[in-house]
């Protein structure tokens, strides 16, 4: 058995994100949402867009919450908009799930440099843990 804290991975494409509950190296809930960068950059980054953002991770903490205590370290690694997401994602309320009064904090572990696409049939999926 692992000695690693639950987490949330997220991997966020152009036209969906991909978040997954990891526990001991292994998937234990998936969901894609079906908001991405261009659903982001759309909205202009604005709330609009964080709450459609936000919503996908929320489904899946609630869906967590069913069976376990939703993580409450993140940490955050993102080729794009990593401080706009890490603001999103902790001034997000969570008072619907028990944290044992842990605040929700995220981490910014570091930006990694993602060569953009040229065409526009392709799609590149960026990932990030939280």
């Known amino acids: 058995m692992s000695d690693t804290k639950p987490f949330l991975s997220i991997a966020v494409g152009?036209?969906?994100?991909l978040i997954s509950y990891m526990v001991d190296d292994q998937v234990l809930i998936s969901h894609t949402h079906p908001i991405g960068y261009k659903h982001i950059e759309a909205e202009g980054m604005s709330i609009i867009a964080a709450s459609k953002f936000i919503d996908g991770i929320l489904y899946t903490l609630e869906f967590i919450s069913l069976h376990d205590r939703i993580p409450t370290d993140f940490k955050l690694v993102s080729p794009r908009y990593a401080r706009w997401t890490g603001e999103v994602i902790e001034n997000a309320s969570y008072t619907q799930f028990y944290t044992s009064g842990a605040p929700i904090s995220v981490t910014l572990e570091g930006i990694i440099d993602v060569p953009l696409s040229y065409a526009r049939h392709?799609?590149?999926i960026h990932s990030f843990k939280l």
């Not at 152009?14 to 994100?17: L, P, Q, W």
Request: glycine share 0%; proline share 0%; no cysteine.
């Open 122 to 124: 392709s799609q590149t």
């Open 14 to 17: 152009d036209t969906s994100t």
